[in-house]
């Protein structure tokens, strides 16, 4: 093992790791948004909303919680270019600062200075701003979303740029923010991200109406209808609301996952055909290419069909494509671990759909304002894990089945690492990030455990001169 291979290593374990915070906030953010809307809303009308005040603070602080680890996580991605890549930073620094500088100066900072308003902005600020703080920082999150994947498309399909003294210079800022690579790839993360943040608020749903079933909650009512400080939906209708509302999330977001994967595979096929040839363990090039669901179990002519849109399309195959990237770009080995790759797709595909197909099955149980079962309730807490592993997955298959490069046709890995790093150093780097994020992972999940336990907080009770008693929202923290 060298340094190439431990800087690999240690860049996969940094980004993995805080990939599992990214989809979490970008689509908990928008559910949170979602609810103070329905809030705000909803009392503007003259209707009961308290329900919807208390979710909005209870996710609230599990999306700060998010928040606040993704942005520790990630400041450790930008020095690793420089510590273990400067080879690459130099080849790709012009192309890359646009829109780096981009999501640091505008997305970030707009995300991060309105979360700070919204976070102490309770009770200080007019209502209908209060809830705008908030939406700047979700469209914030998004954005900051784009420009990165903008990046990182271009590494996959390089557009306006040119090569300069070894370099890459940027010669089309346009071309690079709207790559066709990046149009198909935002949408398809972003609408992943939603469907992990579905999946995350059905779980709490589920694991709180479990609780609220067996008295486990202070102050439950246990019925829909009972009334108290969360007003006439009692604990199990409050938690009914956010189930069906993480339900509708996901489903939507599954659908638009699916269509925008359509779309991924065939810019594939164009644009990165030794990615889908491993994806599919194709070894030569096929017209009427099966689609393998296992090793040994193929439907005919579906990868064509898939990739191309014609059952009958030619699609590439790994063995082949190596001859041809020897013979235009020099002897080396073009294949990337094709077992992590086949793998990384079915996982993906498998647990992404079981995600879908239970919120609608959820969707189906809680029609007409009926209470879910407690077993469709379990079912949710244990597919916690489903989403999220499938987004990992997907960005195992993106990540890995580029390699060698870098920069596709431009740079590869062995050439991008830093030359004057020893094996050492970089295995020092990795052990104490390990160590740290390990550490970190312990506190995270402590924080969010001991939150969803304790449930929501009631609103406080006020006297008011008539002697009649009133909600009030008060401060968050």
Not at 142 to 170: C, D, Q, T
């Amino acid at each position: 093992m060298d340094a190439l291979d431990l800087a690999r290593w240690q860049f996969g374990v940094t980004t993995v790791y805080h990939f599992l915070f990214v989809p979490l906030t970008i689509g908990l953010g928008v559910f949170v948004a979602g609810l103070q809307t329905a809030w705000l809303r909803r009392t503007r009308r003259g209707g009961d909303g308290e329900h919807l005040l208390r979710l909005t603070k209870f996710f609230g602080k599990l999306f700060l919680i998010n928040f606040a680890m993704g942005v520790v996580t990630g400041i450790v991605q930008e020095f690793q270019f420089g510590m273990n890549w400067s080879q690459y930073s130099i080849f790709v620094g012009d192309v890359f600062g646009a829109p780096l500088a981009m999501e640091a100066l505008l997305a970030f900072f707009l995300e991060s200075t309105f979360l700070g308003l919204w976070i102490f902005g309770w009770e200080r600020l007019p209502r209908a701003v209060h809830l705008a703080c908030l939406w700047a920082a979700v469209i914030g999150s998004n954005l900051s979303a784009y420009f990165i994947l903008a990046a990182n498309a271009w590494m996959k399909h390089p557009v306006g740029y040119e090569v300069v003294g070894g370099r890459a210079r940027m010669t089309d800022l346009w071309a690079v923010l709207t790559n066709s690579t990046a149009l198909a790839q935002v949408p398809h993360v972003v609408a992943g991200a939603f469907v992990v943040a579905g999946g995350f608020v059905i779980a709490v749903s589920g694991y709180r109406i479990l609780r609220e079933g067996s008295g486990g909650s202070k102050g439950s009512k246990g019925s829909e209808g009972s009334k108290g400080s969360e007003g006439s939906y009692g604990e199990a209708g409050m938690w009914r609301a956010s189930l069906r509302g993480a339900l509708v999330m996901t489903a939507i977001a599954g659908i638009v996952v699916a269509g925008t994967g359509d779309q991924s595979a065939r810019l594939l096929s164009e644009q990165q055909p030794m990615k889908l040839a491993a994806a599919e363990g194709l070894r030569h090039d096929t017209a009427g290419a099966p689609f393998s669901v296992v090793p040994g179990v193929e439907v005919p002519n579906l990868l064509s069909l898939l990739a191309a849109h014609d059952p009958r399309a030619v699609i590439q195959g790994t063995d082949d494509i190596e001859r041809r990237y020897a013979a235009a770009f020099g002897p080396a080995d073009y294949t990337p671990n094709v077992p992590v790759v086949f793998w990384s797709f079915r996982v993906m595909i498998v647990f992404g759909m079981a995600t879908v197909a239970l919120s609608f099955l959820g969707l189906w149980l809680t029609r007409r304002r009926a209470r879910p079962p407690r077993w469709f309730a379990r079912l949710c807490v244990l597919a916690l894990p489903l989403p999220t592993t499938a987004i990992v997955a997907g960005w195992l298959l993106s990540e890995i089945g580029r390699q060698p490069w870098t920069v596709q046709g431009e740079l590869m890995t062995a050439a991008s690492v830093s030359p004057g790093v020893a094996l050492a150093e970089v295995a020092a780097t990795l052990a104490g990030f390990t160590l740290l994020y390990g550490v970190l992972a312990v506190a995270e999940g402590v924080l969010l455990v001991r939150h969803v336990k304790a449930g929501p907080e009631p609103l406080p009770v006020e006297p008011v001169p008539s002697g009649e008693a009133r909600l009030t929202p008060t401060l968050m923290y």
